[in-house]
Every structure is written in C-alpha cells, then in structure tokens.
C-alpha cells in the first residue's frame, strides 16, 4: 500500500500478488467515485476523524491511520472486522 498526501488530496495505491494495482484518489469531505478490487466502482465521501481516514459505505467501513510508522487499516463488514498492518 502506497498512500500519497498533498492536503486533502490523497492517492490511495494498492499492489496485491500477481500484480494487479488498484488506485482511487479522493478528497477529504467530497465526493469521489471509487474502485474496488473487483473492478466494481461506488461513489463515497471520505472523512477525517482525528488521525484517521473514515470511509463508510452501505454494510462496510474502513478506517486508515499511522500507529508506531506503519499503515493500519481496520475493515468491518457484516459483523466481520479485519485488520491489516503494513510498513
């Protein structure tokens, strides 16, 4: 995950096994159209809460912060919360 800054502005990159690289880039407070990784694409409003990036849809919510230098990134969905670290 490469997550770059520029004020509100944020460009979001994921690279996962076998290559395939997922980009969405958005703006704190505006609406935005994103991608899933299934190539589905949604629109969403990205909050900042504090520290952390709040993006919540319809049955899920993502929640992104810096803890100790590394990504950590919160999913929930249907119950179900999944946490992923990177460096």
């Known amino acids: 995950t490469e997550v770059v ?3 509100n502005n944020f460009t979001w990159i994921n690279t996962y096994p076998g290559g395939q690289i997922m980009t969405n880039k958005f703006t704190i407070g505006k609406e935005c159209e994103m991608e899933t990784m299934g190539g589905k694409k949604f629109k969403a409003t990205v ?4 520290n952390k990036i709040v993006a919540t849809f319809p049955n899920y919510q993502q929640t992104s912060e810096i803890v100790g ?3 950590v990134e ?3 969905s249907g119950g179900v919360t999944y946490e992923r670290v990177s460096k």
Do not use: N, R
Not at 47 to 50: A, H, N, S, T, Y
């Open 5 to 7: 800054q520029d004020g």
């Open 47 to 50: 909050q900042m809460e504090g």
């Open 69 to 71: 230098g590394k990504l």
């Open 74 to 76: 919160i999913s929930t």
